[in-house]
């Protein structure tokens, strides 16, 4: 069984939130056996609207899949060696306000579809912008 449990790790600011323009890192720390042999991903969840499709890594690295509205802001990585998978987030916006959750999968195609299909979730972490 594997568990994945994320984190947000965010320069300080005024009043803790991460203001328009600012940068944040998200963790999701894996336990379990096969995380080197899974694909993972990001999905956000924002007030009254769906599970969406954020960005997916293959158990490598070497592929990777993104939102088209964050292409070239978010930074997906891995480092199997700390059973951990990265976001890097920059210039945030407020529509970028949601819950991440972590995903994950044996299956990469799962993340492919972009659908929130995946067998393994996160608890999920706040992520604010404030405008």
């Known amino acids: 069984q594997v568990q994945l449990v994320e984190s947000g790790e965010r320069r300080p600011s005024p009043g803790g939130l991460v203001q328009t323009g600012g940068s944040l890192r998200l963790s999701c720390a894996a336990s379990g056996p096969g995380f080197g042999s899974f694909a993972m991903g990001w999905f956000r969840q924002a007030p009254g609207k769906e599970r969406e499709f954020v960005a997916a890594?293959?158990?490598?690295?070497?592929?990777?899949y993104y939102l088209d509205s964050v292409k070239g802001r978010f930074t997906i990585s891995r480092d199997n060696s700390l059973n951990t998978m990265y976001l890097q987030m920059t210039n945030l916006k407020p529509e970028d306000t949601a819950v991440y959750y972590c995903?994950?999968?044996?299956?990469?195609?799962?993340?492919?579809?972009?659908?929130?299909?995946?067998?393994?979730w996160g608890q999920g972490t706040q992520v604010t912008v404030s405008s």
């Open positions: 890594i293959s158990w490598s690295g070497q592929t990777n």
């Open positions: 995903a994950a999968d044996p299956r990469l195609w799962v993340f492919e579809t972009r659908k929130p299909i995946s067998e393994y």
